[in-house]
């Protein structure tokens, strides 16, 4: 049986996830999740109370399949040669290109970090989640989140960290809700 790992975004900024480019990524931030999350496992952000869109708890901004996990050092590897659009460019017209979540360039010894929205203070978090999950099997709904129904409302976790042992039970009706949602 899959693990469904739920946790809040506080706000989405198109970094964590990265939705674009056809190819949804979890690569920076959640690093508990990243480290524990397996091929078939879902991964689900709902917002929170204090979004800047409103209140937008108990509703879904983002879910995914994971259909891939690779190393943090194999996912920037992979970007620059295939997806070079998940690098940031901090001055693109693209607010896509901006917010590319491969923002540490595994070239050098000590990772170095790509210019971009994250900093020096966001680098043990991210770099201890050590993986990045991907999925090409995802919906991703962004400032227009999706209300759960009432009996997936147990899955919502507000604040810091996450919920998935407690999720055990919704798996396979979250599943068959998100994709009724087509």
């Known amino acids: 049986m899959s693990t469904l790992f739920s946790y809040c975004i ?4 198109g970094g964590a996830p990265n939705p674009f480019w056809g190819l949804c990524t979890l ?13 078939g496992d879902w991964v689900v952000g709902t917002g929170s109370v204090n979004s800047p869109v409103g209140d937008v708890s108990g509703k879904v901004v983002y879910a995914m399949r994971v259909t891939q996990k690779m190393t943090m050092e194999d996912y920037d590897r992979f970007t620059q040669s295939e997806l070079p659009r998940k690098i940031p460019l901090v001055h693109s017209a693209d607010p896509r290109r901006r917010c ?9 010894l000590a990772p170095s970090l790509r210019p971009g929205w994250h900093c020096e203070k966001d680098r043990s978090a991210d770099l201890s989640g050590g993986w990045v999950l991907l999925s090409n ?46």
Do not use: M
């Not at 920076?28 to 999740?33: E, G, L, V």
């Not at 590319?100 to 050098?108: A, L």
């Open 10 to 13: 506080p706000i989405d900024g």
């Open 27 to 39: 690569a920076i931030c959640k690093p508990r999740i990243r480290r524990s999350a397996k091929e």
């Open 100 to 108: 590319g979540d491969s923002i540490y360039d595994f070239s050098t």
């Open 137 to 182: 099997h995802f919906f991703y709904f962004g400032d227009k989140p999706v209300a759960l129904p009432e009996a997936l409302l147990g899955i919502v976790k507000q604040g810091r960290g996450h919920r998935s042992s407690s999720n055990t039970p919704y798996v396979d009706d979250f599943v068959c809700w998100i994709h009724s949602l087509g």
